[in-house]
């Protein structure tokens, strides 16, 4: 079993992932497609930001490369091993938040990552992280069904439970407990992965991040041509207003970037370009919005239905 971190290997793949995640929603998007924004630390390290607003499918989509490095991990990195407090760092990854124009198509988040942390004299302590999810507005069992299956099959041949775990950290990490709600309907997430040695922890990295144009594409194709009208985008701008309370309050990449002295244009760019917020709104019973709640923002296992 190699232990032993190749930091450069895993740039590579990183910014390979990128590319090729922009070529292909900027293809659905059929727009002028992404922007591109490369910008450096002043404390260390820099990124890729990538952008694409006001699109034909998506009215925004933000793919962020980020390598950065520093002389001590900040508090969102060390508040559950703080062990690791005065060590050096390097933190590399890809994230990325989509947020559809059409009210149909779900909300996605993805995002694959590297730490090293290195101390004089001491063993590098190296972990990967990542996963993704989906927020519906409007929600389709058969969408989260094959969502869940492609999530399931590549966390296959990496062992008979590997899926049923991170299903559930995703379940229990993305839920606003102020709203006693799951942002949407799961997917994936692992942190803290090394115990399987490097080789076989970054292939299940590179997995991940692979399935995830596999898992999403499909439903945007489906989707995306469904009319709305009023209505149907009011509800998905109120409900991008949940996205916003996650990604402020809870998030650890935002926390991380944010604590890190990171380029605060690309560690936000996951927001929506619209949102609403409505004083003490409830659905009506018995309508598509109210079945949101009663059928999808449940725990669920999805793929035996």
């Given at each position: 079993?190699?232990?032993?971190p190749?930091?450069?290997?895993?740039?590579?793949?990183?910014?390979?992932?990128?590319?090729?995640?922009?070529?292909?929603l900027?293809?659905?998007?059929?727009?002028?497609?992404?922007?591109?924004?490369s910008?450096?630390?002043?404390?260390?390290?820099?990124?890729?930001?990538?952008?694409?607003?006001?699109?034909?499918?998506?009215?925004?989509?933000?793919?962020?490369?980020?390598?950065?490095?520093?002389?001590?991990?900040?508090?969102?990195?060390?508040?559950?091993?703080?062990?690791?407090?005065?060590?050096?760092?390097?933190?590399?990854?890809?994230?990325?938040?989509?947020?559809?124009?059409?009210?149909?198509?779900?909300?996605s988040?993805?995002?694959?990552?590297?730490f090293?942390?290195?101390?004089?004299?001491?063993?590098?302590?190296?972990?990967?992280?990542?996963?993704?999810?989906?927020t519906?507005?409007?929600?389709?069992?058969?969408?989260?069904?094959?969502?869940?299956?492609?999530?399931?099959?590549?966390?296959?041949?990496?062992?008979d439970?590997?899926?049923?775990?991170?299903?559930?950290?995703c379940?229990?990490y993305?839920?606003?407990?102020?709203?006693?709600?799951p942002?949407?309907?799961?997917?994936?997430?692992?942190?803290?992965?090394?115990?399987?040695?490097?080789?076989?922890?970054?292939?299940?990295?590179?997995?991940?991040?692979?399935?995830?144009?596999?898992?999403?594409?499909?439903?945007?194709?489906?989707?995306?041509?469904?009319?709305?009208g009023e209505?149907?985008?009011?509800?998905q701008?109120?409900?991008?207003?949940?996205?916003?309370e996650?990604?402020?309050?809870?998030?650890?990449?935002?926390?991380?970037?944010?604590?890190?002295?990171?380029?605060?244009?690309?560690?936000?760019?996951?927001?929506?370009?619209?949102?609403?917020?409505?004083?003490?709104?409830?659905?009506?019973?018995?309508?598509?919005?109210?079945?949101?709640?009663?059928?999808?923002?449940?725990?669920?296992?999805?793929?035996?239905?």
């Open positions: 079993m190699n232990n032993k190749n930091l450069q290997t895993v740039r590579n793949y990183l910014l390979q992932l990128q590319d090729d995640i922009c070529e292909n900027a293809s659905v998007d059929g727009g002028d497609g992404f922007l591109e924004d910008w450096e630390r002043d404390a260390g390290g820099g990124g890729r930001s990538r952008v694409l607003e006001d699109g034909v499918v998506f009215e925004k989509a933000g793919v962020n490369f980020s390598h950065v490095h520093g002389e001590q991990l900040p508090g969102s990195a060390t508040a559950a091993r703080p062990e690791l407090a005065g060590r050096g760092f390097e933190a590399l990854g890809v994230s990325l938040v989509i947020h559809p124009r059409n009210p149909y198509v779900p909300t988040h993805a995002n694959v990552r590297f090293l942390a290195e101390k004089p004299g001491e063993s590098p302590v190296w972990w990967f992280g990542g996963g993704y999810d989906l519906p507005y409007y929600g389709f069992e058969e969408d989260a069904i094959h969502w869940h299956r492609t999530a399931r099959a590549a966390c296959e041949p990496f062992g439970n590997v899926y049923a775990k991170y299903k559930q950290w379940d229990e993305f839920f606003l407990k102020h709203r006693n709600e942002r949407g309907i799961g997917g994936l997430f692992f942190d803290d992965l090394n115990q399987w040695g490097f080789d076989r922890s970054f292939a299940f990295m590179q997995a991940i991040g692979n399935s995830y144009l596999d898992a999403y594409l499909p439903i945007v194709e489906k989707r995306k041509e469904i009319a709305y209505r149907e985008r009011d509800f701008l109120y409900r991008r207003g949940r996205y916003v996650f990604n402020l309050v809870y998030d650890r990449g935002t926390l991380f970037g944010l604590q890190s002295g990171g380029r605060t244009e690309s560690i936000l760019m996951s927001l929506p370009p619209l949102v609403t917020w409505r004083y003490d709104w409830q659905p009506e019973p018995g309508t598509p919005e109210a079945e949101l709640y009663d059928k999808f923002l449940v725990p669920r296992d999805w793929i035996q239905g």
